[in-house]
């Protein structure tokens, strides 16, 4: 509201608004009341909106917002942070107790039913039948009713070796080194912070084609659609397998240094200031 204010009274200032994820249905008369002046004062107050991913434009775009002041400017990662460590992978590896040998299949993210984790542990269980060496890990903390419901999951397949649910580590980087496919089997997303960081670490990933998945993953790494087709993931997990064993050169951080680096994430919003300016 204080945007409204500047306008209304004619400051000589740009206004920029901010779109940070999906547009989500608000829960109460108030949230309600402010979410639509914003849909409704889109139109008159921000000369500029960025958003952080091209589905989250168009989330808000079909509930009314103005379509040509927004600016898609994915997010960049930090490099630096997010690199391939093979000291990293040692340790984490361990920590967990996996062999050397094993095959590592991970999602990173909070729980939340939109996340489709019980069709991982489906998936999870058939992949494991097929090859034996994989084991699957999934790393966040979130809704406590829904752990429990995957735990109790876990159990009644008889995962209980095989699926781990552990909490988010303040070392994300040493989670993804020590993985070899992390993977999104999300029923909806904007920008997936989670595959961006797996890529720097030059990580393999699968992902439902969902959001703006199609956009950062590159060839070598895999979508599989709808969501919820377990076949489809189990196929995608092993195609992948197959690339990793046959040794082909992957350029997944490669990919995350051109399209997605913090570098680039400046540059874009200088550029957009700039002409905002003049």
Same mark, same amino acid.
């Given at each position: 509201? $204080?945007?409204?204010?500047?306008r209304?009274?004619?400051?000589?200032?740009k206004?920029?608004w901010?779109?940070?994820?999906l547009?989500?249905?608000?829960k109460? $008369?108030?949230n309600?009341?402010i979410?639509?002046s914003?849909?409704?004062?889109s %139109?008159?107050?921000?000369d500029?909106?960025i958003?952080?991913?091209?589905e989250?434009? !168009?989330?808000?775009?079909r509930?009314? *917002?103005q379509?040509?002041?927004?600016?898609?400017?994915?997010?960049?990662?930090?490099?630096?942070?997010?690199?391939?460590?093979?000291?990293?992978?040692?340790?984490?590896?361990?920590?967990?107790? /996996?062999?050397? !040998?094993?095959? =590592?299949?991970? *999602?990173?993210?909070?729980?939340h039913?939109?996340k489709?984790? !019980?069709?991982?542990?489906?998936?999870?269980k058939?992949?494991?039948?097929?090859?034996?060496?994989?084991?699957? @890990?999934?790393v966040?903390?979130?809704?406590?009713h +829904?752990?429990?419901?995957?735990?109790?999951?876990?159990? !009644? #397949?008889?995962l209980?070796?095989?699926v781990?649910?552990v909490?988010?580590?303040?070392?994300?980087? %040493?989670?993804?080194?020590?993985?070899?496919?992390?993977?999104?089997?999300?029923?909806?997303e904007?920008?997936?912070?989670?595959? #961006?960081?797996?890529?720097a670490?030059?990580?393999?990933?699968?992902?439902?084609?969902?959001?703006?998945?199609?956009?950062?993953?590159?060839?070598?790494? @895999?979508?599989?659609?709808?969501?919820?087709?377990v076949?489809?993931?189990?196929?995608?997990? +092993?195609?992948? =397998?197959?690339? *990793?064993?046959?040794?082909?050169? /992957?350029?997944?951080?490669?990919?995350?240094?051109?399209?997605?680096s913090?570098?680039l994430?400046?540059?874009?919003?200088?550029?957009?200031?700039?002409?905002?300016?003049?």
């Amino acid at each position: 509201f $204080l945007t409204i204010f500047f306008r209304l009274f004619k400051f000589n200032i740009k206004i920029i608004w901010g779109i940070r994820g999906l547009y989500n249905p608000p829960k109460g $008369l108030f949230n309600n009341i402010i979410i639509h002046s914003n849909l409704v004062f889109s %139109k008159i107050i921000p000369d500029l909106i960025i958003a952080n991913s091209k589905e989250g434009k !168009d989330s808000f775009v079909r509930k009314g *917002m103005q379509q040509n002041k927004i600016k898609v400017i994915w997010n960049g990662v930090d490099t630096k942070e997010f690199n391939s460590n093979l000291n990293f992978r040692k340790f984490y590896r361990n920590k967990m107790k /996996y062999g050397n !040998d094993q095959i =590592i299949i991970g *999602m990173v993210g909070r729980l939340h039913i939109d996340k489709n984790i !019980d069709g991982f542990i489906s998936a999870a269980k058939k992949t494991f039948e097929i090859n034996s060496k994989c084991r699957f @890990l999934i790393v966040g903390d979130g809704d406590v009713h +829904l752990k429990n419901e995957l735990n109790q999951m876990i159990l !009644d #397949l008889n995962l209980n070796d095989i699926v781990k649910i552990v909490p988010p580590s303040d070392e994300i980087s %040493k989670v993804y080194n020590g993985m070899d496919i992390i993977t999104s089997v999300s029923k909806t997303e904007g920008l997936q912070n989670s595959l #961006l960081e797996a890529m720097a670490c030059n990580k393999y990933c699968v992902a439902s084609d969902v959001g703006d998945s199609k956009f950062i993953l590159n060839e070598k790494s @895999l979508l599989f659609s709808p969501y919820n087709d377990v076949d489809a993931l189990i196929k995608s997990w +092993l195609k992948v =397998i197959e690339l *990793m064993n046959s040794r082909v050169i /992957y350029e997944g951080r490669n990919h995350i240094l051109k399209n997605f680096s913090i570098d680039l994430l400046v540059k874009k919003h200088e550029h957009c200031f700039q002409n905002l300016t003049n």
